[in-house]
């Protein structure tokens, strides 16, 4: 899940397990979400997005699945590679373009 | 190809000073956001432009803060005077037309004031 401040939540797994990171998101408003993944020193980057009419969506190695009742979203990654190792970021936005992010998730994979 | 553009990448200035912000967005991109990344309050938008015109400002914390885009290759995040507390790592994203949630965030500008 998400949290405030200077502690964020981590997960450590080991080389080839599968991860699950959780998001509790806030607006229920909110028409997509998209999960985005951030390594040391540089800019997140887009993962996989999944839209309000969704609950479920596939890519590779990626799942994300959306529970719209308790305002949830989480990222599933298959077979986690040290190279997964990163900050991972939900976010929501409207349609028009102004995402609102969480807190974020250190994943720490171990070989 | 070339991603998002920002430079500086990291700058240290003192308080007081004027510090300026650049980004270049992927060419045929059409929208371009400026957020602000700290340890306290994660990744914060400060302001989007849509086709080079301001959409939406509420994010830039006070009068200290102005964002320009006078075309569609360029922009720039102006902090005059800076402090302390707008220590952070600045990003600039772009995207293109027909919005999908994908950002594409350049390396960002890591900015320490003293």
């Known amino acids: 899940g998400e949290s405030v401040g200077l502690h964020l939540p981590t997960l450590s797994v080991q080389e080839g397990d599968n991860s699950i990171i959780n998001c509790a998101y806030s607006n229920s408003a909110s028409d997509y979400f998209i999960w985005y993944k951030q390594e040391s020193g540089k800019g997140p980057q887009f993962i996989i997005d999944i839209r309000s009419n969704m609950d479920k969506r596939q890519g590779q190695r990626v799942t994300v699945l959306l529970n719209k009742t308790v305002k949830h979203l989480s990222l599933q990654i298959a077979a986690t590679q040290p190279g997964d190792s990163a900050v991972y970021f939900c976010?929501?936005?409207?349609?028009?373009?102004?995402?609102?992010f969480g807190q974020g998730t250190i994943l720490t994979v171990h070989p | 190809d070339a991603g998002v553009i920002q430079s500086p990448r990291h700058e240290v200035t003192e308080m007081g000073q004027e510090v300026t912000l650049r980004c270049k967005p992927i060419s045929g991109h059409n929208s371009l956001f400026w957020y602000r990344q700290t340890m306290m309050r994660g990744l914060e938008l400060l302001i989007y432009f849509n086709n080079n015109v301001p959409i939406d400002d509420s994010g830039m914390p006070e009068d200290r803060f102005s964002a320009k885009m006078p075309n569609a290759s360029f922009s720039t995040l102006k902090i005059q005077p800076s402090e302390p507390r707008d220590s952070a790592v600045y990003f600039c994203?772009?995207?293109?037309?027909?919005?999908?949630?994908?950002?594409?965030f350049g390396e960002g500008s890591r900015l320490t004031v003293l």
């Open positions: 976010a929501e936005g409207p349609s028009y373009g102004k995402l609102t």
């Open positions: 994203a772009s995207t293109p037309s027909g919005w999908t949630g994908e950002l594409f």
